[in-house]
């Protein structure tokens, strides 16, 4: 097989700007190498390069294409890179494939505005783009075909979902979209006994690496455990390969690496998410969703075929595939690319027809190199991974568009993923819009937690509000500038990474109120990372923390976390990590399947894999696996922990006496 492939550095390193431990060598030389392979990351390919054809017009030699690199303190790309547009290839084009569509033409989105704050009618309004001058488009929703491209829906007449198609009147193309969800469709969150405040108190479950369907299963105890709510990790379309990144089949960070916005991730599609929301709220559970909106994949990282790196043997590559079932959206970006579209002459720019964005959606290539430098926070492409304009409107809208749709699909919420590398002021102006979207104000119970990784950065990001990059007292102002009510504004809250050893920075301008808390967090598990210094005041269970040392940080969570003086009312907010333990040190992958080396297809030899293991277990007590061992934790299970949160919002403690056969006491 051809041994190279560009996993962007992002995959390696997705988090080597939140290696704060900046004392230790170690940290910082793999700090320092994760910057280097923003531009390079490869491997030799000795034999069968033959193997990847070259396109019509490629450049001569090993030679790449080097533009659209910032200068100074710019950050756009270039507008006569929107002509490097619709790189995707037609029908009766080479390298076409079925999960393509008609994007290489025509390309569009829904966006969902409910008309009032009932939420009981929705206008859809489809947004299609074609490269064909003067084309006439058709839109049918339902399969009722029709000439304009809005229509609106009610309650009272669709219970959803709704099919949606765009098609040309040439009869030359056809795009179907994800189907319509409407938020009227989703079951009510069923009423259970317990301080949760309507949704904005309580203790959510992160379920890392759990497929939906497990975390559906697991709802069941959820309930009778008492936590407000379970936490997704990314739904939407995200890398795949079946072949080795660093050795290893799909490794975790890849659900970093979104293709599209289209709900059919590595977790499940959207059926099975439209599944595991409606059963876990029938049974009062609320789900929340992690939303990759700072970014798309790593450049190079792509479906194009055609790859090479002239530092590296002028090793070769061809695309990668997505978690879509059936074939991949198309995904393009400018990374190691040598060849050009036969139709317009042009090479590949940064473009993801299923969202749709365009090159010019996206900022200019420049490596975060500063952590205290707001425009290098803001624009530069965190570790390779190709980074979204978010300054411009239309982008704005799309990222809103995305968030609507899963609050319309059931979502209570959503974590915001990588929320420091999105300015304040745009952060501000994208819920401006989703509150807009979702009829002038947010639902009752909606939540959403802002990761902002403080570091040595926590003045700048939290505590002075005049620094010009401030997500305390000043996102507060900008939110407030956006329409939301101060009621609104506490929904949203920053995820403290300051807790526990440094819980104040966390809080400095804000009410803690305002702050979500946990201890063992998702970018902890990765070996030799680390994010955040909590000292001795917390630990991370696969990383060799004892298990009684653990349970006792996360009971400290709920009965007395550091930085609390009112712990009924601060911090309402509380995450508890259900983690896996890797079978060693570099097989990073996922024992969801998708990371077994039997998936492999190419370049083989030295795969690492990881087996796969049933996420949901009905007998476990907690704290199952163990370092070495593959299996998940189930920490959530843990019957101390259990009650230490349970008297957090009111419950009397479960026993065996009371708990059903739900909890087996130790």
């Given at each position: 097989?051809?041994?190279?492939?560009y996993?962007?550095?992002?995959?390696?390193?997705?988090?080597?700007?939140?290696?704060?431990?900046r004392?230790?060598?170690?940290?910082?030389?793999?700090?320092?190498?994760?910057?280097?392979?923003?531009?390079?990351?490869?491997?030799?390919?000795?034999?069968?390069?033959?193997?990847?054809?070259?396109?019509?017009?490629?450049?001569?030699g090993?030679?790449?294409?080097h533009?659209?690199?910032?200068?100074?303190?710019?950050?756009d790309?270039?507008?006569?890179?929107?002509?490097?547009?619709?790189?995707?290839?037609?029908r009766?084009?080479?390298?076409?494939?079925?999960?393509?569509?008609?994007?290489?033409?025509?390309?569009?989105?829904?966006?969902?505005?409910?008309?009032?704050?009932?939420?009981?009618?929705?206008?859809?309004?489809?947004?299609?783009?074609?490269?064909?001058?003067?084309?006439?488009?058709?839109?049918?929703?339902?399969?009722?075909?029709?000439?304009i491209?809005?229509?609106?829906?009610?309650?009272t007449?669709?219970?959803?979902?709704?099919?949606?198609?765009?098609?040309l009147?040439?009869g030359?193309?056809?795009?179907?979209?994800?189907?319509?969800?409407?938020?009227?469709?989703?079951?009510?969150?069923?009423?259970?006994?317990?301080?949760?405040?309507?949704?904005?108190?309580?203790?959510?479950?992160?379920?890392?690496?759990?497929?939906?369907?497990?975390?559906?299963?697991?709802?069941?105890f959820?309930?009778?455990?008492g936590?407000l709510?379970?936490?997704?990790?990314?739904?939407?379309?995200?890398?795949?390969?079946?072949?080795?990144?660093?050795?290893?089949?799909?490794?975790?960070?890849?659900?970093?690496?979104?293709?599209?916005?289209?709900l059919?991730?590595?977790?499940?599609?959207?059926?099975?998410?439209?599944?595991?929301?409606?059963?876990?709220?029938?049974?009062?559970?609320?789900?929340?969703?992690?939303?990759?909106?700072?970014?798309?994949?790593?450049?190079?990282?792509d479906?194009?075929?055609?790859?090479?790196?002239?530092?590296?043997?002028?090793s070769?590559?061809?695309?990668?595939?997505?978690?879509?079932?059936?074939?991949?959206?198309?995904?393009?970006?400018?990374?190691?690319?040598?060849?050009?579209?036969?139709?317009?002459g042009?090479?590949?720019?940064?473009?993801?027809?299923?969202?749709?964005?365009?090159?010019?959606?996206?900022?200019?290539?420049?490596?975060?190199?500063s952590w205290?430098?707001?425009?290098?926070?803001?624009?530069g492409?965190?570790?390779?991974?190709?980074?979204l304009?978010?300054?411009?409107d239309?982008?704005?809208?799309?990222?809103?568009?995305?968030?609507?749709?899963?609050?319309?699909?059931?979502?209570?919420?959503?974590?915001?993923?990588?929320?420091k590398?999105?300015?304040?002021?745009?952060?501000?102006?994208?819920?401006?819009?989703?509150?807009?979207?979702l009829?002038?104000?947010?639902?009752?119970?909606?939540?959403?937690?802002?990761?902002v990784?403080l570091?040595?950065?926590?003045?700048?990001?939290?505590?002075?509000?005049?620094?010009?990059?401030?997500?305390?007292?000043?996102?507060?102002?900008?939110?407030?500038?956006?329409g939301?009510?101060?009621?609104?504004?506490?929904?949203?809250?920053?995820?403290?990474?300051?807790?526990?050893?440094?819980?104040?920075?966390?809080v400095?301008?804000?009410?803690?109120?305002?702050?979500?808390?946990?201890?063992?967090?998702?970018?902890?598990?990765m070996?030799?990372?680390s994010?955040?210094?909590?000292?001795?005041?917390?630990?991370?269970?696969?990383?060799?923390?004892?298990?009684?040392?653990?349970?006792?940080?996360?009971?400290?969570?709920?009965?007395?976390?550091?930085?609390?003086?009112?712990?009924?009312?601060?911090?309402?907010?509380?995450?508890?990590?259900?983690?896996?333990y890797?079978?060693?040190?570099?097989?990073?992958?996922i024992?969801d399947?998708?990371?077994?080396c039997?998936?492999?297809?190419?370049?083989?030899?030295?795969?690492?894999?990881?087996k796969?293991?049933?996420?949901?277990?009905?007998?476990?007590?907690?704290?199952?696996g163990?370092?070495?061992?593959?299996?998940?934790?189930?920490?959530?299970?843990?019957?101390?922990?259990?009650n230490?949160?349970?008297?957090?919002?009111?419950l009397?403690?479960?026993?065996?006496?009371?708990?059903?056969?739900?909890?087996?006491m130790?």
């Amino acid at each position: 097989g051809i041994n190279a492939e560009y996993g962007s550095s992002s995959v390696l390193c997705r988090r080597s700007e939140e290696l704060m431990s900046r004392q230790n060598n170690n940290f910082l030389l793999l700090f320092l190498t994760c910057l280097s392979l923003s531009s390079i990351f490869v491997f030799s390919t000795p034999l069968l390069s033959h193997l990847i054809k070259p396109a019509q017009s490629s450049l001569p030699g090993c030679d790449v294409y080097h533009d659209n690199q910032c200068q100074g303190n710019n950050i756009d790309t270039p507008d006569s890179f929107e002509a490097r547009r619709w790189y995707t290839p037609l029908r009766d084009e080479p390298d076409w494939q079925p999960s393509y569509q008609d994007y290489g033409k025509l390309v569009a989105s829904a966006q969902l505005q409910y008309t009032d704050s009932s939420r009981t009618s929705v206008n859809v309004t489809i947004l299609a783009q074609t490269s064909s001058p003067n084309a006439q488009m058709v839109y049918s929703f339902g399969g009722q075909p029709q000439s304009i491209p809005w229509k609106i829906f009610s309650s009272t007449t669709t219970k959803g979902p709704v099919t949606v198609a765009v098609k040309l009147t040439d009869g030359t193309a056809t795009v179907v979209l994800e189907p319509l969800d409407f938020i009227w469709s989703a079951p009510a969150v069923a009423p259970r006994s317990g301080d949760y405040r309507s949704g904005q108190k309580g203790a959510i479950v992160e379920f890392f690496g759990w497929p939906h369907d497990q975390v559906e299963a697991e709802c069941q105890f959820l309930a009778q455990a008492g936590y407000l709510g379970a936490k997704l990790f990314p739904s939407q379309e995200q890398i795949l390969s079946t072949q080795p990144f660093n050795s290893v089949l799909n490794p975790w960070y890849f659900m970093y690496q979104p293709v599209s916005y289209r709900l059919q991730g590595r977790m499940g599609s959207r059926d099975q998410l439209r599944s595991t929301i409606a059963t876990c709220r029938s049974l009062g559970v609320r789900l929340y969703a992690d939303a990759v909106i700072n970014h798309m994949t790593g450049s190079g990282n792509d479906a194009n075929p055609y790859h090479r790196n002239p530092q590296a043997g002028c090793s070769l590559w061809g695309g990668k595939n997505s978690s879509l079932a059936g074939g991949r959206s198309p995904m393009y970006t400018q990374g190691f690319v040598y060849t050009t579209n036969q139709r317009t002459g042009l090479p590949a720019s940064q473009e993801f027809p299923a969202v749709p964005w365009s090159p010019v959606d996206f900022h200019c290539e420049r490596a975060l190199n500063s952590w205290t430098d707001p425009l290098d926070l803001n624009a530069g492409w965190l570790t390779g991974l190709v980074d979204l304009n978010t300054e411009r409107d239309n982008v704005q809208e799309r990222i809103a568009a995305y968030l609507t749709d899963l609050i319309s699909i059931g979502f209570s919420g959503f974590r915001i993923d990588a929320a420091k590398h999105i300015k304040p002021d745009d952060l501000a102006s994208i819920f401006g819009k989703v509150r807009r979207n979702l009829g002038g104000s947010f639902p009752p119970d909606f939540i959403a937690w802002l990761e902002v990784l403080l570091g040595g950065e926590s003045d700048m990001l939290m505590c002075n509000p005049n620094s010009g990059y401030n997500y305390g007292a000043y996102l507060e102002q900008a939110l407030s500038g956006n329409g939301l009510t101060k009621s609104e504004i506490d929904m949203i809250k920053i995820w403290n990474s300051g807790y526990p050893k440094e819980t104040d920075k966390g809080v400095c301008t804000i009410s803690p109120w305002r702050s979500a808390i946990q201890n063992d967090d998702a970018d902890q598990q990765m070996p030799g990372s680390s994010s955040r210094d909590m000292g001795d005041q917390g630990c991370i269970l696969v990383k060799g923390c004892q298990e009684d040392v653990h349970r006792g940080f996360e009971m400290k969570l709920f009965q007395s976390p550091n930085g609390a003086t009112d712990n009924d009312n601060q911090f309402p907010i509380r995450l508890v990590l259900s983690s896996f333990y890797f079978p060693n040190d570099t097989a990073l992958g996922i024992p969801d399947g998708q990371s077994d080396c039997s998936l492999c297809q190419t370049t083989c030899n030295g795969c690492q894999g990881v087996k796969k293991v049933t996420a949901f277990n009905a007998g476990s007590k907690g704290y199952d696996g163990q370092t070495g061992q593959v299996d998940y934790t189930r920490v959530h299970r843990d019957a101390s922990i259990v009650n230490a949160m349970r008297q957090w919002i009111h419950l009397s403690p479960l026993t065996s006496k009371n708990n059903n056969n739900i909890i087996s006491m130790r």
